[in-house]
């Protein structure tokens, strides 16, 4: 399962059913769980925990109806030092891990996706493309983050949150663009946040909150539709 | 792993890992990803893509305490041409996807179901049993589609909506019937239907809002509970 | 793949593709899907049924900005009989599922839990680390179960509602606390729970309702922030 275009560091483990394609590096002191998959072209640092039952590297599929055409020849899915990944998640190429990332079970993030130093990726978040997340971001289980956003460093997003990108909703006469969190912003709970809303620097985003406009550095926002209360 | 019960078309892919459990047939031109489990009985039509990791034709399992039990000796799942399927999914019997559909990533759909041509069902959505779902549909990512629901052709759910069946929560004097989503109606992302809510043709409901009662064709709602804004 | 310090009980039927790693206790008449991977010193009852694709026992991993690191030296994950397990789920160490517990596809449930007989954990559920769910306990699908969080018996909570721990969202200066549900009430789909929030006995949450205080016993609450209506 291991071919001659791999390239293998010191001390890696590999655990049973694992399918490892061509032209993939690994780095020293990897643990690689059973049952896993790893895509061709992929890069893995050292010390990176992957769990079992993952899929790494995948290209990007649609059918006839999908507006938005996945890029052909996208770069490999980069995985930096000491990263940890979960079970059963699955991460596409053109992603950059960086240094010390955690990413929760069945997770996934679609390509053209950075992830900062130190963030973490809860379990069972969904990550669209073309989203930028900073470093040591919380982003807590069952979030939806949207395509085409920008989520600054220091950032908490509370669990379950959902945003999105597209204020006609398919119908093609704006151009797509996710909320803004600046940073060190906070995110209750189940928020709701509509496509290109800015979150202000420290400002907190009260549970089930629904943010149709943009919330000033600092506020309070609470209900639906949100208002500011101090 | 494949034994002589299979029906192999020309010029497919198969994985490494991957099992496949008796009577399944497979088109030409199909490729199925690694560690794939495909049950038994299965159809797979031509241009068929699996993603890694994916189970299809799994057979619905119950406790004690569930009220509605699954049925026995339920048909087959049968997937369509050109119909792609991402990784870690896991698709029921009974299941049909018909030409060009789309599934994503840990995405799955129970039994009695029926995806019409060429809809989208996003990542990690998780839809119900005995739910039709019409032509040219997108149901983004996250989404939870509930039992006993009709959406109509052209429907958009954003990502994350939620919907429910059971006025009663569990009481039993309620007969289960999910929303019926009218055709070309858009839905914001995390709305929340309740059950046997219509929505109707070309209404639009905005992101986060609750609807409790019938939106007429046409009209705008949002809000909690939601207003009718135009 | 099955060494000597695996005790295996009469009528097994395991899967192909199948991990279980050392120390490994399972029952009689056992059936264990294909590509499953069992973790070191799983214990699994008599009757019990894995779906495909599945992870059990899984020990906890962070990054360096987790504020709440895993512990070491977890008791195993314990499966009494007729548990059954669905599909691409992932069960961490120290878990307890009682007998005839129901837990659905692409579920994942954290360390130091314990879910009581006959309960139901639907599909794609996350239940967080140091949270008892009660017997006959309903969590229908897409929930989310914080940490910290109490669910006594008879509580049924419809599909995609979501929970929380943590007041001042990662500051720290808060004593986790996930609400309590007490005994029979019922919590709409979609409904929002912010931390330490006490739900009262046969109380009622609409759907989407956002629950920012205490209700008491019997009373039906709706709307952001919610207010009872009877």
Known sequence: MVN??????????????VVIEDNVS?????????????????????????????QLGKSPSSNKKMARKP??????????DDVTIGCNSVIYRNVQLKKGVFVGDLTSIREKVTIGEDSIVGRNVMVETNTQVGKKVTIQTGCY??????IEDDVFIGPCCSSSNDKYMGMGNFEHQGP?????????????????????????????????????AGKTVVGNPGR???
């Open 4 to 17: 001659n275009t791999v390239q293998l560091g010191k001390n890696v483990e590999i655990g049973e059913n």
């Open 26 to 54: 690994i780095g020293d002191n990897v643990v690689i769980g059973h049952n896993v998959v790893i895509k061709r072209d992929t890069v893995i640092g050292n010390g990176v925990q992957i769990g079992d039952l993952t």
């Open 71 to 80: 890029e052909r020849n996208l770069t490999p899915l980069v995985i930096e």
């Open 145 to 150: 983050i949207t395509a085409d956003m920008v």
């Open 180 to 216: 803004i969190i600046k940073k060190s912003a906070k995110i209750g709970n189940n928020a709701t946040l509509l496509p290109a809303v800015t979150i202000g620097e420290n400002a907190i985003i009260g549970a089930g909150a629904v943010i149709t406009k943009d919330v000033p």
């Open 228 to 230: 500011v209360i101090k």
